[in-house]
């Protein structure tokens, strides 16, 4: 009898308890493989930091923060497979993806399937610019960081030589018109303006025409691979051009591929948070890990931080809730104090100019 009583009365006790809270599951998109799996790395070790941090002070409303990570390769018909398996998988929001490419189809799925969508790395101004209130994004546009790259060029190189190379793909194409159109608005026209194709190993053709021309800055709006391989082919050639690009060279894959030919490249990119006093203590734990978070690592542990700190202030996962709460408060990010537009865009720092040299990137004047 006794026995019988104990089992009714534990019974009893965890009905009262109710059943567990289950995890909250969010997306994480971008090239996990392929050509720019750099950056899926850099998103991939943000990600995991902060999801770790996030639980580990309790979660989310209560509830534990389930990553479900998902590899679009920056490839614009993947990134759309990838959208539709995570929505399968009844994310409450999703992180990502990088390449504009690719978040511009996948916010398309997103939209349909109401689902949030924050991008720490997708600079492509039409990604905001559809009208779509879920997607959001915590990196700058390509209309700032190709007005401040034009705004350089025509300054310190007024005069000179110039030539445009694009990738034709969004990022590439986007990026090369802004910061041609404010290159020419302040006075410095391109000699050449050319498209290559990515991921081909032989650029030699393009490059022996920049060579003709007597080019002293080549602007590319591509990836760090073709980059690199523009400035290590551009040496074999005897040219000392400089190449200058966009935030697509902050990897360290672009030095592994230029060595010290790589020395003078420039690029912009936003301010970096890692050299943010506040971030020392973070910094130092990613570099326990083996590395420190370079390019968009700290990105992706902000757009994280700011999707958690909606959730708490709205209550809910409920996407509409959510994407009022990102579209009207403040959030305390690894970014600094952020918030957003009535677009999507941050309202953050604009960006500035950085050089390699020996292997780091670091901040020049503009």
Known sequence: MFLRQSLLVLLLLAGMAGPALADIPLGLAGPMTGADASFGEQMRRGARMAVADINAAGGVLGQKIDLKEADDQCDPKQAVAVANQLAAQGVRG????????????????????????????????????SGKK??????????QQGQVAGQYVASHFAGRNVAILDDKQAYSVGLTTEMRKSMNA???????????????????????????????LLYYGGYQTEAGLLVRQMRELGMNTVLMGGDGLVTRDFWTI???????TLMTFAPDPAKVPANAALVARFMAQGSA?????????????????????????????VEAALHHDHFDTVL????????????????????????????ISP
């Open 258 to 264: 230029t060595g010290a030919g790589g020395n003078g």
């Open 134 to 143: 879920n997607v959001f994004r915590v990196c700058g546009r390509d209309d």
């Open 336 to 363: 600094g104090r952020i918030s957003f537009d009535g677009k999507g865009d941050v309202k953050a720092a604009g960006y500035i100019i950085y050089e390699w040299r020996d292997g780091q990137y670091e901040a």
């Open 94 to 129: 999703v992180i990502g993806h990088f390449c504009s490419g690719s978040s511009i189809p996948a916010s398309d799925v997103y939209g349909e399937e109401n689902i949030l969508m924050i991008t720490p790395g997708s600079t492509n101004p039409l990604l905001t610019e």
């Open 186 to 216: 302040a006075g410095l026209r391109e000699i050449v303006d050319d498209k290559i194709n990515p991921g081909e190993r032989d650029y030699f053709a393009v490059l022996t025409k920049l060579k003709r021309n007597h080019v002293d």
């Open 293 to 321: 978070p370079e390019g968009y690592t700290l990105y992706t542990y902000g757009a994280i931080q700011a999707w958690a700190e909606a959730v708490r202030h709205a209550g809910t996962t409920d996407a509409a809730r």
